[in-house]
């Protein structure tokens, strides 16, 4: 194991023993918050802050660890986060390799960080604490290594502890219950883009329906109006034809007669 120790106060123990023994069909987590005291990771409190999950993922809220930091930095306190935790339900305690990567970043903002893993399916159902599956890790490496822990016992730090929760309690919650509410806001505002999409999308459509119909109309009419016009050419062109065909008549019928007029000179001239 690494030389880094852990000590975690029972509060926030037991938060997590009842975040993990109540869901055990999906993963949890969130953050530890605590301080670094010559190498000795201090947890004073953890915090729930799970965005979506599923039986073997969880994805934490990132807004809600802003506002834990910015509320950190507002007290002006050395408190900072320090890790983070998540639970395999019924699966055991270890580090995933996306755990591990995700180890690494922690480690990259404070080399200190811890992950902290919790298996609480068994102690769901028999309710003893040996059946409390939880240990913590850090990575060296490529390869993740237990970290040695304990359960803050002295007195005198437990009331000390207690007396900061106290006090940024009502701050954590506020924070939690903001994060909270951005979510439904963006909810909120979420379905009402989705309806103007839709009343918009159901407007557009009637518009081309229309748009359809008239196009659809025009070329109709257009249709029939060749039609018309080609019926009056042809209607044409049969009383041009008919009318060519009487001055063809005409014209042979009085060619005739000439011809008819002349054989009659003819036959006159040779009888005189």
Not at 37 to 49: G, L, N, Q, S, T
Not at 210 to 221: A, F, M, P
């Given at each position: 194991?690494?030389?880094?120790?852990?000590e975690i106060s029972p509060l926030a123990f037991s938060k997590i023993i009842d975040w993990a023994s109540s869901n055990t069909e999906r993963e949890v987590g969130g953050y530890l918050i605590g301080e670094v005291?010559?190498?000795?990771?201090?947890?004073?409190?953890?915090?729930?802050?799970v965005a979506e999950s599923n039986?073997?993922?969880v994805a934490f809220d990132n807004m809600i660890q802003f506002r834990i930091i910015?509320?950190?930095?507002?007290?002006?306190?050395?408190?900072?986060?320090?890790?983070?935790?998540?639970t395999h339900p019924g699966m055991g305690v270890f580090l995933s390799s996306t755990d591990i990567t995700?180890?690494?970043?922690?480690?990259?903002?404070?080399?200190?960080?811890?992950?902290?893993?919790?298996d609480g399916n068994n102690y769901s159902r028999t309710q003893k604490q040996n059946d409390f599956k939880t240990g913590f890790f850090r990575v060296q490496g490529a390869k993740a290594q237990k970290v040695n822990y304990s359960v803050m016992t002295d007195p005198n730090k437990l009331l000390s502890h207690l007396t900061e929760y106290l006090q940024q309690e009502e701050n954590i919650t506020n924070i939690i219950q903001s994060s909270t509410a951005s979510v439904a806001n963006s909810l909120?505002?979420?379905?009402?883009?989705?309806?103007?999409?839709?009343?918009?999308t159901?407007?557009?459509?009637?518009?081309?329906?229309?748009?359809?119909?008239?196009?659809?109309?025009?070329?109709?009419?257009?249709?029939?109006q060749q039609e018309e016009v080609q019926q009056k050419i042809q209607a044409l062109e049969r009383k041009v034809q008919k009318q060519?065909?009487?001055?063809?008549?005409?014209?042979?019928?009085?060619?005739?007669?000439?011809?008819?007029?002349?054989?009659?000179?003819?036959?006159?001239?040779?009888?005189?």
């Open positions: 194991m690494l030389s880094t120790e852990v005291k010559d190498k000795r990771v201090i947890i004073k409190e953890a915090v729930f802050a039986p073997t993922f910015e509320e950190l930095e507002k007290k002006g306190v050395k408190d900072a986060i320090v890790g983070w935790w998540h995700t180890q690494k970043i922690y480690q990259a903002l404070l080399p200190e960080a811890v992950a902290m893993v919790n909120k505002d979420f379905v009402a883009t989705k309806e103007l999409i839709e009343e918009s159901a407007v557009l459509k009637q518009v081309l329906t229309e748009t359809y119909t008239t196009l659809k109309n025009l070329h109709q009419t257009e249709k029939k060519g065909k009487l001055l063809f008549y005409s014209m042979s019928a009085a060619l005739l007669l000439i011809i008819l007029e002349l054989v009659f000179l003819i036959i006159l001239l040779i009888r005189s």
